[in-house]
């Protein structure tokens, strides 16, 4: 697809502009750092052409400002892909700031391609030269950095082993009917047991506690019997129809297309039936490594991190380090559920290369702790370490430092960090992803500390463009 590196402005662009139409002053400043900073379209640019022959031959498609600024748009005012595009082509302000102008918005599935093609490495790479652009323009200095670790859900249902049973016939059935539909002579022997499937999933669903100890068991056996039978028909089917070719080339390519998909689930129903028949029939203690809390999200993790009313998460434990200014300086997608007190040394030394010195003051909660932790943020020439002891009985000089006024004045410097999730979390969008896959979902939580460090920098040069009015009066 061939991308302009810009849009052009036509006569009616000329005349709003005539007219006074202005952006709003947050987007405005936003627009104004982006065109200053054009070294970040580039990177946008690169991932758009990525995987192309001859990126400048082909029809036109949304150009690397576009898809920049719609991307960070989508995020700011969290919206889903639906209602970006209906914003950008009811309103001339948003074409304005989106470099749409009065050309012709595609529709919301282009916004959706064109996002996916962004990688999550370019995003960090963008967070990071977003930070160093607020430093050389004096907008943070990073003499404080605060921590903390949340977490991200994936879009999944609450995992049950009767339910992700249910789930592997369900969808293999599925796959097997449109199978059916593409083949010339069909399928053969493929028994449908879905309805079958779902009475006993919803037994087991309904059952009262009483009736556990009695019918549990024999309903489970009965589910577990289904789903092999499901998997293992699924499974005759490839074998019986690997030869099977049709007329249509595009037809050949569902064909296969849907083959690999009965592939895919059928292996992953193999993980479904044997978790389901270790835990439940035999009893035994999967580790939770070792366990599948879907058939759709497979990256998901089980995260326990002690809260009382969500004792049990699903989804990804983010790490976030956040400015005295309000700047993510830091983010990372973690893997399983690490303990906190892991996070320190990086951090630091991550801080270190982008400001060149450590923070004076290091903040965090107790999950942090350690007495390694505490001594290498001294050693690093940290002045103030603000982490509270986690367990065992304090000493009297851990006691009376953990009364003072300065540490305390840091454990209130560190709430603040609570108030950033929420923000990243309710304005933009980063509580639940309903994207597909390990790779989006990292690009979801980039997308939000991109969008969170963008306002936070219009925000310091806004107030930054005020205190030098004020002085000029």
Known sequence: MTRAASSQVSFADLEFLEQGVRLEPMLKVISDFLDDHGHLIDKVRRDLNRGLKNPKTGRSGLTAQQVLRSFVLQRVKNWNYRELRERIA??????????????????????????????????????????????????????????DTTVVETDIHHPT???????????????????????????????????????RMQEIQRMKPQERNRRLLPKYRELIHTTEQVVGNAREVLKKTERVSSIDVMTEIAIKAIRAEIGHYC????????????????????PNEEKIFSIFETHTDLIKRGKILKPVEFGHKVYIAESARGLITQYRVLDGNPTDDAHVESSLKRHQETFGD????????????????????????????????RGGKKTAAQASYE?????????????????RISVLFRGRGMKRCLAEGRERFELLVGAAVLANNLMVIARLLIEKQKRRHRRAA
């Open 358 to 389: 450590a923070p004076r003051v290091y903040s965090a909660d107790r999950g942090f702790f350690s007495k390694d932790n505490i001594e290498h943020c001294r050693n690093a020439g940290v002045e103030l370490v603000c982490i509270p002891q």
């Open 403 to 419: 009364k003072s006024p300065t540490f305390k004045e840091g454990q209130r410097f560190r709430a603040g960090i609570e108030g």
């Open 161 to 199: 082993d009767n339910t992700l049973l249910w789930d592997t016939v369900r969808v293999v059935t599925r796959l097997v009917g449109n199978l059916d539909n593409l083949l010339p002579q069909g399928v053969p022997g493929f028994t449908n047991r879905s309805r079958s499937a779902r009475r």
């Open 267 to 286: 292996s992953l129903g193999d993980r479904v039936i044997d978790q389901a028949r270790r835990r439940v029939l035999d009893k035994e203690q999967v």
């Open 90 to 147: 009811d309103g001339y302000t948003l074409r304005r700031f989106t470099h749409f102008y009065s050309g012709l918005v595609p529709k919301h599935d282009a916004f959706n391609r064109a996002f996916t093609r962004l990688t999550p490495v370019t995003l960090e790479v963008i967070n990071e030269l977003l930070v160093e652009a607020a430093v050389a323009l004096g907008l943070e200095n990073g003499k404080k950095l605060r921590v």
